[in-house]
């Protein structure tokens, strides 16, 4: 995450870059949806709960300004 203000070692600013959504679905449904500002922390800790009924995948998306998108996956299972 860079803000836009910081300069690097020649002098340059550094192009902002910022995480401005977060999502997190499990089998397809929604879980959370977080609009993040450009004032939240660099490296923001997120908690959240969440009741699976059953087996199966949450699927955790972070968008960027540049219209980046990073996705991770994590299986769980229900015994």
């Not at 600013?13 to 977080?34: H, K, L, S, W, Y």
């Amino acid at each position: 995450m860079e803000s836009g203000q910081r300069r690097n070692s020649a002098g340059e600013t550094i192009p902002r870059q910022i995480i401005n959504r977060f999502t997190c679905e499990f089998n397809g449904v929604m879980v959370i949806d977080a609009a993040l500002e450009p004032a939240i922390s660099a490296n923001p800790y997120m908690e959240f709960e969440a009741l699976v009924p059953e087996s199966g995948e949450f699927v955790f998306t972070w968008y960027d300004d540049n219209g980046e998108v990073y996705t991770a996956t994590e299986a769980f299972e229900v015994s």
